[in-house]
């Protein structure tokens, strides 16, 4: 059984969610619930759980600091944030610090199910791999290659090593260039793990063996993030095309031996070897180009990156625009708006990588805030289709995110489709009531009541489906069409203030005042002199007049 905390400041829902749920078919138990981050991180260090289920705003310390301290200091722990804010901040900061779902409030016993089933998964996953990879450490554990790439994991983290021990060894041949090669290896079918491990360790060594080449040496070494990772050294700042001959002429020799493909990428070169971490960084930024380039065996330079000028960040998608198309059943359309945008990134440079990510998860957020207007919960819409919002950040190419974001929508259409005879019905029925408002605005009488007898309806659905059609409430609109009117009628010089505000339906004047001077920062008095600035209205100083 995995240990769940429950993290949740309103007792009714935190033991709700702990005493109503069978978690042991699930595979987990109840390890304890608290109310905040502090008592949930002195629980945590009591009985440390596999999983933490955590509301985002709590007394004390709320979820957001609470998952930046797990990530900090207990990153195996499982993080599930449970919250009623439909915010894109929270859930961008929720990625950021590797939390594993983001479950909207309220949230049904089968999305519970569906979220616990695969954390368990993953949790099985990695307790197999563990075990797997105490086994090959054993036999492993005292050998020289082990002891390399500790060393070198150091380097590439930024600690861990005795900087004396460091720059002598660095130093003793003279000064040196210090920079980081990242290989992406082209496996079909990686999800057999122990198979892609394989492939690394066949590629590593067959890398180490072929390291120095036209004066580049390198040692090869499988890191922290399982990535094969290369610190190149050279006597003399590489130039671009020495780089791309070095990693072309490697990429030959793993082709040659293994018949596999590699895609390398290069970052600057420092002679200061404490730049690595940032050179790691780099490389990272590199070789994440890959999502871009539909070639093989390519060589990308950070250089390239940097000099590269494509603004990817005037680049967006129109939520608008594509839910139009979705509620017009014009699911072809709504492709090609997905088409236009992901071809401009195709064969581009992106220093900002996860930008198309972050695109496809903006585009969903705001679609589903969109969707809430007619009764579409686009998180039921993808559990449908077994995905969640993050899942674009796990797939390896433009083809596939695009996919995704394209199941969706079709999903979506057809959902729309189901619906659609009853939204039309309350757009129309919006419509209705907007003319009625429209006419009678600055009426006295004007009231959700009002209107509701004229269309019988409760004011209650009235001010549901005015705001679900025009995205403001009732009574803000009639204000602002009355203010609107004000500032005509305040170019007549000879109409009164208090006058005006009778007409328009403010029985008090100092409302009127109040309302307007809010909206557009001035007074009706000091609005009507920008209108006439010489000589004025002849009013008194007093805007009751």
Excluded at 37 to 53: F, N, R, W
Excluded at 226 to 234: P, Q
């Amino acid at each position: 059984m995995y240990k769940l905390l429950v993290v949740e400041d309103e007792k009714s829902i935190a033991y709700g969610i702990a005493n109503s749920i069978e978690w042991e078919k699930w595979g987990f138990v109840i390890s304890g619930v608290c109310s905040n981050g502090i008592e949930a991180l002195e629980q945590i260090k009591k009985d440390k759980p596999h999983v933490v289920l955590s509301d985002i705003r709590m007394p004390e310390m709320d979820g957001v600091e609470l998952m930046q301290h797990l990530n900090q200091h207990y990153p195996e722990i499982k993080i599930i944030i449970l919250s009623g804010y439909n915010d894109f901040e929270y859930l961008q900061m929720s990625i950021k610090n590797r939390v594993m779902e983001y479950l909207l409030k309220p949230t049904d016993l089968d999305e519970f199910e569906v979220t616990f089933r695969k954390i368990k998964e993953r949790l099985d996953e990695e307790g197999k791999k563990e075990l797997e990879e105490r086994e090959l450490k054993s036999s492993y554990e005292e050998s020289k290659s082990l002891k390399l790439r500790r060393k070198y994991n150091a380097l590439i983290k930024g600690y861990g090593y005795h900087e004396e021990e460091m720059e002598e060894e660095f130093f003793r041949q003279g000064e040196k260039w210090y920079g980081v090669v990242m290989i992406h290896l082209e496996v079909p079918g990686t999800k057999d793990k122990n198979a892609f491990y394989q492939d690394q360790m066949k590629v590593e060594k067959i890398l180490n063996e072929r390291a120095s080449k036209d004066g580049i040496n390198g040692t090869y070494i499988w890191n922290f993030e399982e990535k094969i990772t290369g610190i190149l050294s050279t006597g003399v700042e590489p130039l671009e095309e020495e780089l791309y001959s070095y990693a072309k002429q490697m990429a030959e020799s793993v082709l040659g031996e293994s018949g596999i493909s590699i895609y390398a990428g290069i970052s600057n070169f420092y002679t200061d070897f404490q730049m690595l971490p940032q050179c790691y960084e780099q490389a990272k930024c590199c070789v994440s180009q890959k999502i871009y380039s539909e070639g093989k065996n390519l060589v990308m330079t950070y250089k390239e990156i940097q000099e590269a000028d494509f603004d990817y960040y005037a680049v967006s998608f129109d939520t608008g625009q594509i839910l139009k198309e979705i509620m017009e059943q014009e699911e072809n359309k709504a492709e090609d708006i997905l088409d236009g945008i992901f071809s401009e990134f195709k064969g581009k440079m992106i220093l900002d990588y996860d930008y198309i990510n972050r695109l496809g998860l903006e585009l969903l957020f705001n679609l589903s805030r969109a969707l809430l207007r007619y009764g579409v919960r686009l998180e039921k819409v993808m559990k449908k289709l077994d995905c969640t919002y993050t899942g674009i950040y796990s797939l390896k190419s433009l083809k596939e995110k695009k996919e995704f974001l394209s199941r969706i929508l079709r999903e979506v259409s057809r959902e729309m489709a189901g619906m659609r005879g009853e939204w039309r019905s309350q757009s129309s029925l919006a419509q209705k009531i907007k003319e009625i408002v429209d006419e009678e605005y600055d009426s006295n009488q004007i009231s959700l009541e009002y209107v509701g007898a004229k269309v019988h309806k409760n004011s209650a659905y009235i001010s549901k489906i005015f705001k679900n059609e025009f995205g403001c409430n009732f009574s803000d609109y009639i204000i602002t069409k009355r203010l609107e009117k004000s500032r005509e009628l305040l170019a007549d010089p000879g109409r009164k203030i208090y006058e005006i505000s009778q007409e328009l339906g403010w029985a008090d004047v100092s409302n009127y005042i109040k309302l307007f001077k809010k909206k557009y920062g001035i007074s009706p008095k000091e609005y009507r002199n920008i209108l006439q600035p010489e000589g004025g209205s002849g009013e008194k100083d007093n805007d009751n007049e």
